[in-house]
């Protein structure tokens, strides 16, 4: 079965913003979500994973208008969903993200599974409980991304992630750090089994 390699992270680029679900790139290539509360590190952990210092941008304006952001390749996509949790937002602004969020998760036939991108010092929160709920319905698999761990000592580390997956039936979890560059290889490798017989060999790209 064709693996990614460190190759299929370097050479993803930004394709297109999708605010809404009629703004979507043709569902022609596997797909992978990434998802987070705003400040949780989900733009550094992606632009960690590609080895790409500024693919996702980092500490985006608290707020704004908010949309898919696709980065693609010619063999896989990753989409990087709208950061949620912001306290001031308001009501008819996270109703409009939660949709986005709901509808691309129900509608993306090409979705092969959710990274879940959480602060390992405050893991499942609302949101993230909310997203999972929606993706288990689905049918989607979960990768669970503990990051910023550098600011846990090791016990907390390892108390983190043993809370997490005991609270998460199905889904896989790790530890991660953008920083210090903990647990890249390991979730290359969940991003790698996710995908698991949705990848075309390299050598034959699908056409467009
Ligand atoms: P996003 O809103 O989820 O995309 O979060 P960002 O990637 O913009 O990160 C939010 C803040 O957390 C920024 O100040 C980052 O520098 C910091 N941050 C992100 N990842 C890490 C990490 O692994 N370790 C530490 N110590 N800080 C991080």
Known sequence: MPELT??????????????????LPPANRPEIAFAGRSNAGKSSALNTLCEQ??????????????????????????ADLPGYGFARVPPAIKAQWAALIEGYLAQRETLSGIVLIM?????????????????????????????????????????ALRTTRAAVEGATAQLFSATKRIGVDEARTAISTLLAGDLEDPAEPTPD
Not at 54 to 66: C, D, E, F, V
């Open 53 to 78: 210092g500024n693919l996702a941008r980092t500490s985006k304006t608290p707020g704004r208008t908010q949309a898919i952001n696709f980065f693609a390749n010619e063999r896989l996509r990753f």
């Open 119 to 159: 602060d390992a010092r405050r893991p499942l929160l609302d949101f993230d409980r909310q997203l999972i709920a929606w993706g288990g319905a689905y049918g989607l698999a979960f990768h669970l991304l503990l990051t910023k761990a550098d600011k846990l000592s090791r016990n907390e580390q390892h108390k």
């Open 6 to 23: 460190a190759r299929d992270f370097r050479t993803l680029r930004f394709l297109l913003s999708a605010p809404k679900l009629s703004a």
